[in-house]
Protein backbone atom coordinates (compact mmCIF):
# COMPACT_ATOMS: atom_id res chain seq x y z
CA UNK A 1 0.00 0.00 0.00
CA UNK A 2 2.90 2.40 0.74
CA UNK A 3 4.38 1.81 -1.94
CA UNK A 4 2.02 2.61 -3.71
CA UNK A 5 1.18 5.54 -2.57
CA UNK A 6 4.64 6.50 -2.82
CA UNK A 7 4.58 5.68 -6.66
CA UNK A 8 1.73 8.01 -6.84
CA UNK A 9 3.37 11.08 -5.05
CA UNK A 10 6.40 10.44 -7.66
CA UNK A 11 4.18 10.45 -10.47
CA UNK A 12 2.77 13.92 -9.47
CA UNK A 13 6.19 15.32 -8.42
CA UNK A 14 7.35 14.25 -12.07
CA UNK A 15 4.26 15.78 -13.26
CA UNK A 16 4.47 19.18 -11.82
CA UNK A 17 8.38 19.47 -12.69
CA UNK A 18 7.81 18.46 -16.23
CA UNK A 19 6.15 22.04 -16.73
CA UNK A 20 6.17 23.30 -20.79
CA UNK A 21 7.37 20.04 -21.90
CA UNK A 22 4.33 18.26 -19.72
CA UNK A 23 2.45 20.91 -21.44
CA UNK A 24 3.63 20.44 -25.03
CA UNK A 25 2.39 16.49 -24.24
CA UNK A 26 -0.83 17.40 -22.87
CA UNK A 27 -1.11 19.82 -25.96
CA UNK A 28 -0.02 17.69 -28.59
CA UNK A 29 -2.42 14.41 -28.12
CA UNK A 30 -5.16 17.36 -27.69
CA UNK A 31 -4.67 18.02 -31.05
CA UNK A 32 -4.33 14.59 -32.52
CA UNK A 33 -7.30 13.94 -31.08
CA UNK A 34 -9.68 17.39 -31.48
CA UNK A 35 -8.58 15.94 -35.46
CA UNK A 36 -9.32 12.73 -34.88
CA UNK A 37 -12.46 13.45 -33.10
CA UNK A 38 -13.69 15.38 -35.53
CA UNK A 39 -13.57 12.73 -38.08
CA UNK A 40 -15.50 10.24 -35.54
CA UNK A 41 -18.13 12.88 -35.16
CA UNK A 42 -18.53 13.69 -39.37
CA UNK A 43 -18.65 10.16 -40.17
CA UNK A 44 -20.76 9.03 -37.46
CA UNK A 45 -23.09 11.18 -38.47
CA UNK A 46 -22.60 10.71 -42.02
CA UNK A 47 -23.09 6.79 -41.31
CA UNK A 48 -26.12 7.69 -39.01
CA UNK A 49 -27.98 9.65 -42.64
CA UNK A 50 -26.72 6.53 -44.59
CA UNK A 51 -28.67 4.02 -42.73
CA UNK A 52 -31.49 6.27 -42.30
CA UNK A 53 -31.71 6.61 -45.93
CA UNK A 54 -31.70 2.82 -46.56
CA UNK A 55 -34.11 2.40 -43.92
CA UNK A 56 -36.18 4.35 -46.26
CA UNK A 57 -35.19 3.41 -49.59
CA UNK A 58 -37.57 1.84 -52.09
CA UNK A 59 -37.68 0.24 -55.26
CA UNK A 60 -40.25 2.10 -57.74
CA UNK A 61 -41.73 -0.80 -60.21
CA UNK A 62 -43.95 1.34 -62.76
CA UNK A 63 -46.94 -1.20 -64.15
CA UNK A 64 -47.85 -0.68 -68.09
CA UNK A 65 -50.89 0.87 -68.39
CA UNK A 66 -53.18 -1.99 -69.85
CA UNK A 67 -52.49 -4.14 -67.05
CA UNK A 68 -55.16 -6.78 -66.09
CA UNK A 69 -56.23 -7.27 -62.23
CA UNK A 70 -54.94 -10.86 -62.74
CA UNK A 71 -51.76 -10.23 -64.14
CA UNK A 72 -50.99 -7.50 -60.78
CA UNK A 73 -51.82 -10.19 -58.20
CA UNK A 74 -49.74 -12.46 -60.09
CA UNK A 75 -46.77 -10.17 -60.39
CA UNK A 76 -47.17 -8.71 -56.76
CA UNK A 77 -46.65 -12.90 -55.72
CA UNK A 78 -44.02 -13.04 -58.06
CA UNK A 79 -42.01 -10.25 -56.67
CA UNK A 80 -43.02 -10.56 -52.87
CA UNK A 81 -41.28 -14.18 -53.19
CA UNK A 82 -38.02 -12.19 -53.73
CA UNK A 83 -35.55 -12.63 -51.23
CA UNK A 84 -34.60 -9.18 -51.03
CA UNK A 85 -38.07 -7.62 -50.83
CA UNK A 86 -39.19 -6.76 -47.43
CA UNK A 87 -42.65 -5.05 -48.20
CA UNK A 88 -44.54 -4.46 -51.40
CA UNK A 89 -47.15 -1.76 -51.57
CA UNK A 90 -49.18 -0.75 -54.41
CA UNK A 91 -50.44 2.56 -55.61
CA UNK A 92 -52.68 2.71 -58.26
CA UNK A 93 -53.09 5.74 -60.54
CA UNK A 94 -55.84 7.79 -58.92
CA UNK A 95 -53.65 7.44 -56.06
CA UNK A 96 -50.79 8.19 -57.56
CA UNK A 97 -52.59 11.15 -59.62
CA UNK A 98 -53.73 12.65 -55.99
CA UNK A 99 -50.67 12.76 -54.56
CA UNK A 100 -48.97 14.05 -57.60
CA UNK A 101 -51.33 17.05 -57.28
CA UNK A 102 -50.85 17.02 -53.24
CA UNK A 103 -47.33 17.72 -54.05
CA UNK A 104 -48.25 20.36 -56.57
CA UNK A 105 -50.04 22.46 -54.10
CA UNK A 106 -51.86 25.13 -55.59
CA UNK A 107 -50.56 24.42 -59.16
CA UNK A 108 -53.11 21.69 -60.29
CA UNK A 109 -54.09 24.00 -62.78
CA UNK A 110 -50.93 22.99 -64.52
CA UNK A 111 -52.56 19.34 -64.55
CA UNK A 112 -55.55 20.91 -66.57
CA UNK A 113 -54.67 20.12 -69.79
CA UNK A 114 -54.13 16.43 -69.46
CA UNK A 115 -57.29 14.67 -70.60
CA UNK A 116 -56.37 11.59 -69.38
CA UNK A 117 -54.44 10.66 -66.08
CA UNK A 118 -50.59 10.80 -67.67
CA UNK A 119 -49.38 8.50 -64.26
CA UNK A 120 -48.37 4.88 -64.02
CA UNK A 121 -49.85 2.84 -61.08
CA UNK A 122 -46.52 1.34 -59.39
CA UNK A 123 -45.51 -0.88 -56.57
CA UNK A 124 -42.91 0.10 -54.27
CA UNK A 125 -40.50 -2.29 -52.58
CA UNK A 126 -38.93 -2.20 -49.19
CA UNK A 127 -35.83 -3.82 -49.83
CA UNK A 128 -33.60 -5.59 -46.87
CA UNK A 129 -30.16 -3.82 -45.98
CA UNK A 130 -28.35 -6.63 -47.15
CA UNK A 131 -29.46 -6.15 -50.81
CA UNK A 132 -29.03 -2.62 -51.27
CA UNK A 133 -25.36 -3.34 -52.41
CA UNK A 134 -24.60 -1.28 -56.15
CA UNK A 135 -24.10 -4.83 -57.56
CA UNK A 136 -27.15 -6.86 -56.02
CA UNK A 137 -29.85 -4.09 -56.92
CA UNK A 138 -28.64 -4.32 -60.48
CA UNK A 139 -29.22 -7.90 -60.78
CA UNK A 140 -32.47 -7.25 -59.49
CA UNK A 141 -33.98 -4.54 -61.09
CA UNK A 142 -32.88 -5.69 -64.41
CA UNK A 143 -34.85 -9.15 -63.37
CA UNK A 144 -37.95 -6.86 -62.31
CA UNK A 145 -37.56 -5.10 -65.71
CA UNK A 146 -38.12 -8.08 -67.39
CA UNK A 147 -41.42 -9.72 -65.97
CA UNK A 148 -44.96 -9.33 -67.48
CA UNK A 149 -46.54 -5.93 -66.99
CA UNK A 150 -43.81 -4.08 -66.05
CA UNK A 151 -43.04 -0.78 -67.37
CA UNK A 152 -40.21 0.51 -65.78
CA UNK A 153 -38.04 0.44 -62.62
CA UNK A 154 -36.50 3.43 -60.90
CA UNK A 155 -34.41 3.31 -57.85
CA UNK A 156 -32.43 6.53 -56.40
CA UNK A 157 -29.26 4.39 -55.47
CA UNK A 158 -26.77 5.67 -56.96
CA UNK A 159 -26.23 8.75 -54.87
CA UNK A 160 -26.64 6.62 -51.81
CA UNK A 161 -23.61 4.55 -53.09
CA UNK A 162 -21.27 7.41 -53.02
CA UNK A 163 -22.15 9.04 -49.95
CA UNK A 164 -21.58 5.48 -48.50
CA UNK A 165 -18.11 5.35 -50.36
CA UNK A 166 -17.46 9.02 -49.19
CA UNK A 167 -17.59 7.93 -45.62
CA UNK A 168 -15.85 4.94 -46.34
CA UNK A 169 -13.27 7.14 -47.56
CA UNK A 170 -13.49 9.85 -44.82
CA UNK A 171 -13.67 6.94 -42.62
CA UNK A 172 -10.03 5.32 -44.20
CA UNK A 173 -8.60 9.26 -44.23
CA UNK A 174 -9.59 9.70 -40.69
CA UNK A 175 -8.05 6.47 -39.10
CA UNK A 176 -4.45 7.67 -41.52
CA UNK A 177 -4.37 11.14 -40.12
CA UNK A 178 -4.85 9.91 -36.72
CA UNK A 179 -2.32 7.16 -37.26
CA UNK A 180 0.03 9.74 -38.05
CA UNK A 181 -0.94 12.15 -35.44
CA UNK A 182 -1.22 9.64 -32.77
CA UNK A 183 2.57 8.37 -33.93
CA UNK A 184 3.42 12.40 -33.20
CA UNK A 185 2.04 12.19 -30.10
CA UNK A 186 3.76 8.99 -29.39
CA UNK A 187 6.77 10.95 -29.76
CA UNK A 188 6.32 13.69 -28.04
CA UNK A 189 5.51 11.79 -24.78
CA UNK A 190 8.05 9.90 -25.23
CA UNK A 191 10.54 12.72 -25.56
CA UNK A 192 9.10 14.57 -22.31
CA UNK A 193 8.81 11.31 -20.55
CA UNK A 194 12.55 10.47 -21.24
CA UNK A 195 13.20 14.07 -19.99
CA UNK A 196 11.97 13.74 -16.60
CA UNK A 197 13.78 10.07 -16.61
CA UNK A 198 17.36 11.86 -17.59
CA UNK A 199 16.21 14.51 -15.34
CA UNK A 200 15.86 11.38 -12.32
CA UNK A 201 18.92 9.87 -13.70
CA UNK A 202 21.04 10.15 -10.43
CA UNK A 203 17.90 9.30 -8.33
CA UNK A 204 17.18 6.42 -10.07
CA UNK A 205 20.68 4.90 -9.93
CA UNK A 206 20.36 5.55 -6.19
CA UNK A 207 17.16 3.69 -6.04
CA UNK A 208 18.69 0.86 -8.21
CA UNK A 209 21.84 0.52 -5.34
CA UNK A 210 19.30 0.35 -2.56
CA UNK A 211 17.27 -2.63 -3.90
CA UNK A 212 14.20 -0.55 -5.97
CA UNK A 213 12.96 -2.84 -9.07
CA UNK A 214 12.77 -1.88 -11.99
CA UNK A 215 8.78 -2.29 -11.61
CA UNK A 216 9.00 0.88 -9.11
CA UNK A 217 11.01 2.99 -11.23
CA UNK A 218 8.71 2.34 -14.12
CA UNK A 219 5.61 3.02 -12.18
CA UNK A 220 6.07 6.49 -11.79
CA UNK A 221 6.77 7.50 -15.35
CA UNK A 222 4.17 5.21 -16.50
CA UNK A 223 1.80 6.50 -14.59
CA UNK A 224 2.79 10.10 -15.46
CA UNK A 225 2.34 9.40 -19.57
CA UNK A 226 -1.03 8.15 -18.42
CA UNK A 227 -1.83 10.95 -16.85
CA UNK A 228 -0.74 13.11 -19.39
CA UNK A 229 -2.05 10.82 -21.95
CA UNK A 230 -5.71 10.77 -20.57
CA UNK A 231 -5.79 14.68 -20.12
CA UNK A 232 -4.59 15.60 -23.17
CA UNK A 233 -7.72 13.20 -24.98
CA UNK A 234 -10.33 14.62 -22.06
CA UNK A 235 -8.78 18.20 -23.02
CA UNK A 236 -9.77 17.46 -26.47
CA UNK A 237 -13.44 15.97 -25.70
CA UNK A 238 -14.26 18.95 -24.32
CA UNK A 239 -12.87 21.82 -26.85
CA UNK A 240 -14.92 19.23 -29.26
CA UNK A 241 -17.96 19.26 -27.31
CA UNK A 242 -17.90 23.16 -27.44
CA UNK A 243 -17.15 23.38 -30.54
CA UNK A 244 -20.09 20.87 -31.60
CA UNK A 245 -22.58 22.71 -29.47
CA UNK A 246 -21.29 26.12 -30.78
CA UNK A 247 -21.75 24.66 -34.38
CA UNK A 248 -25.14 23.87 -33.42
CA UNK A 249 -26.25 27.16 -31.77
CA UNK A 250 -25.02 29.16 -34.71
CA UNK A 251 -27.18 26.85 -36.67
CA UNK A 252 -30.12 27.20 -34.92
CA UNK A 253 -30.33 23.97 -34.76
CA UNK A 254 -31.29 21.10 -31.64
CA UNK A 255 -29.27 17.87 -32.31
CA UNK A 256 -32.36 16.00 -33.08
CA UNK A 257 -33.34 18.52 -36.05
CA UNK A 258 -30.66 18.55 -38.50
CA UNK A 259 -32.31 16.50 -41.59
CA UNK A 260 -34.86 15.44 -39.42
CA UNK A 261 -33.82 12.24 -38.28
CA UNK A 262 -31.47 10.95 -35.28
CA UNK A 263 -28.32 13.12 -36.90
CA UNK A 264 -26.28 15.46 -35.72
CA UNK A 265 -25.37 13.86 -32.91
CA UNK A 266 -22.01 14.08 -30.51
CA UNK A 267 -19.80 11.20 -30.25
CA UNK A 268 -21.11 7.84 -28.48
CA UNK A 269 -20.38 7.55 -25.03
CA UNK A 270 -18.15 4.11 -26.22
CA UNK A 271 -16.03 6.47 -28.29
CA UNK A 272 -16.00 9.00 -25.38
CA UNK A 273 -14.59 6.42 -23.25
CA UNK A 274 -12.31 4.73 -26.51
CA UNK A 275 -10.63 8.03 -27.36
CA UNK A 276 -9.58 8.48 -22.71
CA UNK A 277 -8.50 5.21 -23.23
CA UNK A 278 -6.30 5.78 -26.07
CA UNK A 279 -4.99 9.11 -24.96
CA UNK A 280 -3.86 7.31 -21.41
CA UNK A 281 -2.75 3.86 -23.80
CA UNK A 282 -0.61 6.78 -26.36
CA UNK A 283 1.04 8.24 -23.02
CA UNK A 284 1.42 4.87 -20.84
CA UNK A 285 3.49 3.60 -24.30
CA UNK A 286 5.60 6.60 -24.74
CA UNK A 287 6.65 6.13 -21.27
CA UNK A 288 7.38 2.59 -21.26
CA UNK A 289 9.56 3.32 -24.74
CA UNK A 290 11.67 5.94 -22.75
CA UNK A 291 11.88 4.24 -19.31
CA UNK A 292 12.85 0.81 -21.07
CA UNK A 293 15.36 2.49 -22.93
CA UNK A 294 16.95 3.84 -20.00
CA UNK A 295 16.77 1.40 -18.02
CA UNK A 296 18.51 -0.74 -20.73
CA UNK A 297 21.28 1.69 -21.36
CA UNK B 1 28.82 -14.33 4.73
CA UNK B 2 30.75 -13.70 1.84
CA UNK B 3 32.96 -16.44 -0.19
CA UNK B 4 34.78 -15.72 -3.68
CA UNK B 5 36.04 -18.69 -5.63
CA UNK B 6 38.91 -17.94 -8.25
CA UNK B 7 36.74 -14.51 -9.24
CA UNK B 8 38.48 -13.12 -12.25
CA UNK B 9 37.73 -9.48 -13.53
CA UNK B 10 38.65 -8.12 -16.78
CA UNK B 11 37.81 -4.69 -18.66
CA UNK B 12 38.05 -4.79 -22.10
CA UNK B 13 40.48 -7.17 -23.46
CA UNK B 14 43.74 -6.83 -21.23
CA UNK B 15 42.59 -4.48 -18.25
CA UNK B 16 42.82 -6.87 -15.54
CA UNK B 17 40.98 -5.19 -12.78
CA UNK B 18 40.98 -8.24 -10.28
CA UNK B 19 42.72 -12.01 -10.76
CA UNK B 20 42.28 -14.81 -9.15
CA UNK B 21 40.57 -13.93 -5.85
CA UNK B 22 39.64 -16.46 -3.36
CA UNK B 23 38.56 -14.95 0.24
CA UNK B 24 36.05 -15.74 2.71
CA UNK B 25 34.69 -13.15 5.32
CA UNK B 26 32.37 -14.70 8.00
CA UNK B 27 29.30 -12.99 9.54
CA UNK B 28 30.01 -10.98 12.01
CA UNK B 29 33.93 -9.55 10.73
CA UNK B 30 35.12 -6.20 10.43
CA UNK B 31 37.59 -6.22 7.50
CA UNK B 32 39.73 -4.13 5.64
CA UNK B 33 40.35 -4.46 2.10
CA UNK B 34 43.14 -2.56 1.22
CA UNK B 35 45.49 -1.51 -1.29
CA UNK B 36 46.91 1.50 -3.61
CA UNK B 37 44.06 3.03 -5.73
CA UNK B 38 44.28 0.92 -8.78
CA UNK B 39 44.01 -2.09 -6.50
CA UNK B 40 40.46 -3.61 -7.18
CA UNK B 41 38.96 -2.79 -4.22
CA UNK B 42 36.41 -0.81 -5.74
CA UNK B 43 35.47 -3.40 -8.34
CA UNK B 44 35.48 -6.06 -5.52
CA UNK B 45 32.76 -3.98 -3.58
CA UNK B 46 30.72 -3.99 -6.77
CA UNK B 47 31.16 -7.77 -7.45
CA UNK B 48 29.49 -8.08 -4.19
CA UNK B 49 26.31 -6.28 -4.08
CA UNK B 50 26.12 -7.18 -7.83
CA UNK B 51 26.76 -4.07 -9.44
CA UNK B 52 28.85 -5.98 -11.63
CA UNK B 53 29.67 -9.27 -12.87
CA UNK B 54 32.80 -11.65 -12.77
CA UNK B 55 34.61 -12.48 -15.89
CA UNK B 56 34.78 -15.89 -13.83
CA UNK B 57 34.58 -17.45 -11.08
CA UNK B 58 31.86 -17.78 -7.93
CA UNK B 59 30.46 -15.26 -5.66
CA UNK B 60 28.12 -15.98 -2.48
CA UNK B 61 27.20 -13.63 -0.53
CA UNK B 62 24.44 -14.28 2.18
CA UNK B 63 24.04 -17.79 0.93
CA UNK B 64 23.12 -16.64 -2.30
CA UNK B 65 25.57 -16.89 -5.82
CA UNK B 66 25.49 -13.17 -7.11
CA UNK B 67 26.87 -14.67 -10.46
CA UNK B 68 23.94 -16.39 -10.90
CA UNK B 69 21.39 -14.45 -9.34
CA UNK B 70 18.66 -13.67 -11.73
CA UNK B 71 18.10 -10.18 -12.67
CA UNK B 72 14.31 -9.79 -10.50
CA UNK B 73 16.71 -11.02 -7.59
CA UNK B 74 18.90 -8.18 -7.80
CA UNK B 75 16.76 -6.19 -5.91
CA UNK B 76 16.63 -8.52 -3.05
CA UNK B 77 20.21 -9.02 -2.60
CA UNK B 78 20.85 -5.32 -2.47
CA UNK B 79 18.17 -4.68 0.58
CA UNK B 80 20.48 -6.50 2.95
CA UNK B 81 23.48 -5.00 2.12
CA UNK B 82 24.10 -1.46 2.91
CA UNK B 83 26.62 0.05 0.78
CA UNK B 84 28.82 3.15 1.04
CA UNK B 85 30.23 5.32 -1.74
CA UNK B 86 33.20 6.76 -2.61
CA UNK B 87 31.30 9.29 -4.24
CA UNK B 88 28.58 9.24 -1.71
CA UNK B 89 25.99 9.48 -4.03
CA UNK B 90 23.69 12.20 -2.24
CA UNK B 91 21.12 14.08 -4.53
CA UNK B 92 22.37 17.45 -4.22
CA UNK B 93 19.21 18.90 -4.32
CA UNK B 94 17.40 17.22 -1.76
CA UNK B 95 17.21 17.83 2.17
CA UNK B 96 19.21 15.19 3.87
CA UNK B 97 15.65 13.70 4.91
CA UNK B 98 14.87 13.40 1.42
CA UNK B 99 18.52 10.96 1.08
CA UNK B 100 17.77 9.36 3.58
CA UNK B 101 13.22 8.93 3.13
CA UNK B 102 14.32 7.38 -0.93
CA UNK B 103 15.68 3.95 0.77
CA UNK B 104 12.11 3.77 2.91
CA UNK B 105 10.26 4.38 0.07
CA UNK B 106 12.32 1.88 -2.10
CA UNK B 107 11.56 -0.40 0.31
CA UNK B 108 8.02 0.34 0.66
CA UNK B 109 8.23 1.59 4.28
CA UNK B 110 5.19 3.10 6.06
CA UNK B 111 5.97 6.47 6.15
CA UNK B 112 5.88 6.79 9.80
CA UNK B 113 8.27 4.03 10.86
CA UNK B 114 10.34 5.74 8.08
CA UNK B 115 10.51 8.76 9.36
CA UNK B 116 11.49 7.40 12.91
CA UNK B 117 14.15 5.66 11.17
CA UNK B 118 15.53 9.16 10.00
CA UNK B 119 15.71 10.32 13.00
CA UNK B 120 17.29 7.89 15.07
CA UNK B 121 20.46 7.45 12.23
CA UNK B 122 20.79 11.04 12.21
CA UNK B 123 20.86 11.28 15.85
CA UNK B 124 23.61 8.32 15.53
CA UNK B 125 25.54 10.39 13.27
CA UNK B 126 25.16 13.82 14.95
CA UNK B 127 23.33 15.45 11.96
CA UNK B 128 19.80 15.51 13.80
CA UNK B 129 19.98 19.29 13.33
CA UNK B 130 20.92 19.55 9.71
CA UNK B 131 18.22 17.20 8.54
CA UNK B 132 16.44 20.10 6.30
CA UNK B 133 19.61 20.94 4.61
CA UNK B 134 20.89 19.88 1.06
CA UNK B 135 24.35 18.18 0.75
CA UNK B 136 25.75 21.64 -0.76
CA UNK B 137 25.58 23.13 2.72
CA UNK B 138 27.00 20.13 4.66
CA UNK B 139 31.25 19.47 4.82
CA UNK B 140 33.06 16.68 3.48
CA UNK B 141 33.00 14.99 6.74
CA UNK B 142 29.25 15.86 7.18
CA UNK B 143 28.36 13.98 3.44
CA UNK B 144 29.99 10.65 4.43
CA UNK B 145 28.21 10.55 7.73
CA UNK B 146 24.69 10.94 5.66
CA UNK B 147 25.77 8.59 3.19
CA UNK B 148 26.73 5.92 6.35
CA UNK B 149 23.02 7.10 7.34
CA UNK B 150 21.02 6.34 3.90
CA UNK B 151 23.48 3.16 3.72
CA UNK B 152 22.41 1.83 7.77
CA UNK B 153 18.28 3.06 5.86
CA UNK B 154 17.69 -0.87 5.75
CA UNK B 155 19.14 -2.33 8.32
CA UNK B 156 21.13 -4.23 6.54
CA UNK B 157 23.53 -7.60 7.64
CA UNK B 158 26.40 -6.65 5.17
CA UNK B 159 28.46 -2.84 5.64
CA UNK B 160 30.51 -2.30 2.13
CA UNK B 161 31.91 1.13 2.70
CA UNK B 162 34.57 2.37 -0.22
CA UNK B 163 36.96 4.62 0.83
CA UNK B 164 34.74 6.02 3.99
CA UNK B 165 37.66 8.27 5.54
CA UNK B 166 39.61 9.29 1.93
CA UNK B 167 39.38 12.74 1.97
CA UNK B 168 38.30 13.44 6.07
CA UNK B 169 41.35 14.92 7.69
CA UNK B 170 42.69 12.55 10.72
CA UNK B 171 40.71 13.59 13.06
CA UNK B 172 37.10 13.20 11.01
CA UNK B 173 39.00 9.82 10.24
CA UNK B 174 38.58 8.83 13.68
CA UNK B 175 35.19 9.92 14.18
CA UNK B 176 34.08 7.94 11.11
CA UNK B 177 35.82 4.85 11.95
CA UNK B 178 34.68 5.06 15.65
CA UNK B 179 31.10 4.51 14.08
CA UNK B 180 31.65 1.75 11.73
CA UNK B 181 33.08 0.08 14.75
CA UNK B 182 29.88 0.73 16.38
CA UNK B 183 28.00 -0.50 13.81
CA UNK B 184 30.23 -3.47 13.74
CA UNK B 185 30.00 -4.14 17.31
CA UNK B 186 25.75 -4.34 17.09
CA UNK B 187 25.94 -7.12 14.81
CA UNK B 188 26.74 -6.26 11.21
CA UNK B 189 29.03 -7.60 9.17
CA UNK B 190 31.34 -4.27 7.88
CA UNK B 191 33.59 -4.58 4.96
CA UNK B 192 35.82 -1.16 4.49
CA UNK B 193 37.65 -0.40 1.70
CA UNK B 194 40.64 1.86 1.95
CA UNK B 195 44.44 3.15 0.75
CA UNK B 196 45.03 4.37 4.15
CA UNK B 197 47.31 1.30 5.53
CA UNK B 198 48.28 3.28 8.47
CA UNK B 199 44.95 3.55 9.62
CA UNK B 200 44.76 -0.40 8.61
CA UNK B 201 47.59 -0.55 10.84
CA UNK B 202 46.31 1.56 13.83
CA UNK B 203 42.87 -0.41 14.29
CA UNK B 204 44.52 -4.00 14.03
CA UNK B 205 41.60 -5.37 12.55
CA UNK B 206 41.85 -8.21 9.34
CA UNK B 207 42.97 -7.16 6.07
CA UNK B 208 42.73 -8.27 2.93
CA UNK B 209 45.36 -6.77 0.57
CA UNK B 210 45.45 -6.05 -3.00
CA UNK B 211 47.84 -4.76 -5.54
CA UNK B 212 47.55 -4.70 -8.98
CA UNK B 213 43.88 -6.76 -8.89
CA UNK B 214 45.74 -9.51 -6.98
CA UNK B 215 45.45 -10.75 -3.15
CA UNK B 216 48.69 -10.07 -2.38
CA UNK B 217 48.68 -10.53 1.70
CA UNK B 218 46.24 -11.25 4.63
CA UNK B 219 46.52 -9.65 7.74
CA UNK B 220 45.00 -11.37 10.77
Known sequence: MERLQYILQDALVNIRRSGWGGLASIGTIAFSFVIVGIFLIITGNLGALVSEWKEQFQVTVFLEDGITAEQLTLLKKRIQSERAVKAVTYTSKEEALQSFKRELKGKESLLEGLGENPIPASLQLRIYDAYQTPEALRQFTASLGRLEGVEDVLYGQEWVDRLTAAVRMLRLLGLSVGLALGMASLLIVSNTIRLAVYARAEEIEIMLLVGATKLHIRAPFLLEGMIQGGLGAALALLLLFGAYRATLWQLQLTPGQIFGMGVGSFLDPQWVGAMLVAGAGVGAFGSLISVGRFLRA | ?220
Do not use: C, W
Open chain 2, 1 to 220: MIQLFHVYKTYGRDVEALVDINLHIQKGEFVFIAGPSGAGKTTLLRLIFRDELPTSGQILVNGRNVVKLPGRAIPHLRRSIGVIFQDFKLLRDRSIFDNLALVYRVLGIPAAVGKRKVANLLKLVGLSHKVQMTPYRLSGGEQQRVAIARALMNDPVLLLADEPTGDLDAELAVDVMRLLGDIHAKGTTVVVATHDMDMVRDLGRRAIILKGGRLVEEHL
